[in-house]
């Protein structure tokens, strides 16, 4: 276990749904991450938070939405999602925001929107 | 702007055989690398950075890469895989922006 827990694993919705994903970790870092995983292609870095302020939007579109309510808890809301948006999100943390930093990333969620 | 390149999609070798992960790079400045590991239905797990010093960095699992400047390459290795290395390593860059930038993974398979 890396100390970072993911909910839920799968999740298929509709394009007019709205779901969240949960991200809490356990290890006292104090920043979180959300990043896409699509195969072939390079990790996507979505969101950071640190200290619970947002300090990075990577361009993402506003059907996503962050939410980080305390250093442990990261949220992912999600709505009228669109197909291409199927992929696996991960969720990781880090003691802090810096250069040398590691991750520590949690399982995912894989995402289909149908 | 930084960026990484892993030119090779997959890589097959036997068990037993030496292993090699090749990763080039780009950034402005001083280059903080990194090399992770996803195992089947899993997170990336951090194997080894290279920030200064020895060019030579060892890690988890028995693994260990070479930074070369000259080449802008941090190529993973392993003297002997063994099949419980199968999984697909990802490369990654950093600098002064502090962003990591990840290359887009090599799959390594390891035939017994």
């Known amino acids: 276990e890396t100390g970072v827990t993911q909910t839920p694993r799968h999740l298929v919705m509709g394009m007019t749904n709205k779901k969240s994903l949960k991200c809490e970790q356990h290890l006292g870092h104090n920043a979180m991450y959300w990043y896409k995983q699509s195969a072939k292609k390079p990790l996507e870095l979505m969101f950071v938070?640190?200290?619970?302020?947002?300090?990075e939007n990577n361009s993402v579109p506003s059907r996503f939405s962050p939410e980080c309510p305390n250093s442990s808890h990261l949220f992912l809301h999600l709505h009228t999602l669109q197909p291409e948006d199927s992929a696996l999100y991960l969720c990781?943390?880090?003691?802090?925001?810096?250069?040398?930093?590691?991750?520590?990333f949690g399982s995912g969620t894989q995402l289909s929107v149908l | 702007a930084q960026s990484v390149a892993q030119p090779e999609d997959q890589v097959n070798v036997a068990e037993g055989n030496p292993l090699t992960v090749k990763c080039t790079y780009s950034?402005?400045?001083?280059?903080?690398l990194f090399w992770y590991v996803q195992y089947p239905n899993r997170g990336l797990q951090f194997l080894l950075k290279?920030?200064?010093?020895?060019?030579l960095v060892k890690g988890s699992y028995g693994f260990e890469a070479e930074f070369n400047k000259s080449q802008t390459s941090f190529h993973l290795k392993k003297p002997s895989a063994l099949v419980s290395d199968s999984a697909l390593y990802f490369c990654?860059?950093?600098?002064?922006?502090?962003?990591?930038?990840f290359g887009a993974g090599t799959t390594v398979t390891v035939r017994a």
């Open positions: 990654a860059v950093s600098a002064n922006d502090y962003k990591l930038s």
């Open positions: 950034v402005s400045g001083n280059p903080y």
């Open positions: 290279y920030i200064t010093g020895d060019n």
């Open positions: 938070y640190n200290f619970k302020e947002q300090t």
């Open positions: 990781a943390s880090s003691r802090s925001e810096g250069t040398n930093e590691k991750l520590f």
